[in-house]
């Protein structure tokens, strides 16, 4: 099992960068699928991004604008967002589960392992 602890978020103009990283404990990190879920006010968690081994996934809202990546050796998973919009606000929370295939799946109910969260602020 591991433990999470995110990191980064605060308050962006849109079209500005923020940098999430997720620090994970344990020594068989490199095993899990980590993906990054958000939750703005009064709408559901929905997938942004997650990883697989060094293959990475996308909801299409984020396409093009965030890149997820991992670096085993520091335990830690990476969330760049650039061209940050008003959309894009809410806590963002990574998460963990055991890698059983290729794809990191969007069910936010697949994953058992969940970091605190941190808050993102886009603003115009």
């Known amino acids: 099992q591991v433990q999470l602890v995110e990191s980064g978020g605060g308050s962006v103009q849109a079209g500005g960068s923020l940098r999430l990283s997720c620090a994970a404990s344990?020594?068989?990190?490199?095993?899990?699928?980590i993906s990054w879920f958000r939750q703005a006010p009064e709408k559901e968690r929905e997938f942004v991004a997650g990883?697989?081994?060094?293959?990475?996934s996308y909801a299409d809202s984020v396409k093009g604008r965030f890149t997820i990546s991992r670096d085993n050796a520091k335990n830690t998973v990476y969330l760049q967002m650039n061209s940050l919009q008003l959309e894009d606000t809410g806590v963002y929370s990574c998460?963990?589960?055991?890698?059983?295939?290729?794809?990191?799946?969007?069910?936010?109910?697949?994953?058992?392992?969940w970091g605190q969260g941190t808050q993102v602020i886009v603003s115009s």
């Open positions: 344990g020594r068989t990190f490199s095993v899990y699928t």
């Open positions: 998460a963990a589960r055991p890698t059983t295939g290729w794809d990191a799946p969007t069910a936010f109910e697949r994953y058992d392992t």
């Open positions: 990883i697989v081994w060094s293959k990475s």
